[in-house]
C-alpha cells in the first residue's frame, strides 16, 4: 500500500484530527524533497519516536533568492514517497506554492541576530523565508516534535530561538549529519557536482577537521585557527569560499576566543553547487 499523500491545508488538518484526540505523540519531519540519507535518518528518528509522522514536502519559493535555484532544486516526489513508505511514514504533506500562499504573504516571521552572519549574509530574507514557512508547517500540523538536520545549523539555532520566543508547544530535536565516506555532508544540491567537484568538495570537510584538531590541541585564537583552516580551500581553484567562521553554538555570533564550545562553520561555491558544513568543537582541557 502507497504511504499516504495529502495536498491542501484542509485535509492534512482533518487527517490529523484523530491522532491529537488519541495523544498520540505527532512528529513532524519537514523537507524540501530530494531526499538522501540525511533526510532518512531524520524519518527514522521520528518514526522511533512517535506515533504518528508527517514529513512534508515543500520547496518553499521565499527562502530563495534572485539568482538562486528554485527553479531547478531537484524534485524527485516518487522517489521520496517510496522511501517514506519503507520507513512507515503516515501522511505526506505534499502541498504546491498556491496551497501556502493563496495570496501574496504580507506577515513574516524574522528572528533577529542569529542571520546576521554566516548564510545570513549571502542569503538575504532566506531566514525569514525559513522561519515563516516553518511556523506556517506547525501552524498546520501542529507536531509535538519536529526533526531538523544539524547539518543546517544556523537554521537549527534559528528555528529553536523562534520556538523558544514564541512559546510554541513543539519540542525541535535536532539530527546528527550523515556524511558520505570521505567526509562530504550529504546535501540535495551534491547532485550539481560534476565529477571533478565532488572530488574536491570533501575539502571543505577536511578544513573544519583542521580547525577542530588546533581546538582540541588547545590554540584558542580564532584567526590562528580560521587561518591554517582557510588556506585549505583557498589553495583549491574550483572553491571560492564564501565564509568560514567560529562561532557560539546557540547564538551563531562570531567568537574571537575559543573559551567553551564553538561551532566551525563553513560555506564554499563549487561549479554551481553553494555547499555548507559545520563541526562542533571543544577544548581539551590539559
Do not use: W
Request: glycine fraction near 6%.
Amino acid at each position: 500500500m502507497r504511504v499516504e499523500v495529502v495536498k491542501t491545508v484542509d485535509a492534512i488538518r482533518e487527517r490529523l484530527q484523530p491522532v491529537r484526540l488519541s495523544q498520540d505523540v505527532l512528529g513532524l519531519v519537514p523537507t524540501m524533497g530530494a531526499f538522501h540519507d540525511g533526510h532518512l535518518n531524520l524519518i527514522r528518528k521520528a518514526r522511533q519516536d512517535c506515533g504518528c509522522v508527517v514529513v512534508s514536502i515543500f520547496v518553499n519559493p521565499h527562502q530563495f533568492g534572485p539568482g538562486e535555484d528554485f527553479r531547478t532544486y531537484p524534485q524527485t516526489l516518487e522517489s521520496d514517497l517510496a522511501h517514506c513508505e519503507e520507513l512507515g511514514v503516515d501522511v505526506v504533506f505534499a502541498p504546491n506554492v498556491e496551497e501556502m500562499y493563496p495570496e501574496e504573504p504580507l506577515a513574516f516571521v524574522e528572528v533577529e541576530k542569529l542571520g546576521d552572519h554566516l548564510c545570513g549574509v549571502h542569503r538575504e530574507d532566506h531566514f525569514k523565508g525559513v522561519a515563516t514557512v516553518v511556523l506556517k508547517l506547525f501552524g498546520i500540523v501542529q507536531p509535538d516534535r519536529a526533526y531538523f538536520g544539524e547539518k543546517d545549523a544556523q537554521q537549527l539555532a534559528i528555528v529553536r530561538r523562534m520556538v523558544h520566543d514564541l512559546n510554541l508547544q513543539v519540542q525541535i530535536v535536532p539530527v546528527p549529519i550523515v556524511r558520505e565516506s570521505d567526509g562530504l555532508a550529504m546535501s540535495s544540491r551534491n547532485q550539481y557536482l560534476e565529477a571533478e567537484e565532488r572530488e574536491r568538495a570533501p575539502l571543505l570537510y577536511r578544513a573544519l577537521q583542521i580547525a577542530k584538531e588546533q581546538i582540541e590541541a588547545g590554540e584558542t585564537g580564532s584567526q590562528a585557527i580560521l587561518g591554517k583552516a582557510r588556506r585549505v580551500l583557498e589553495e583549491e581553484p574550483l572553491i571560492a569560499v564564501d565564509y568560514l567562521e567560529l562561532v557560539d553554538p546557540d547564538e551563531m555570533q562570531p567568537v574571537s576566543e575559543v573559551t567553551g564550545p564553538v561551532r566551525v562553520c563553513g560555506a564554499i561555491r563549487i561549479g554551481s553547487a553553494r555547499l555548507i558544513d559545520n563541526v562542533l568543537c571543544e577544548k581539551t582541557d590539559p
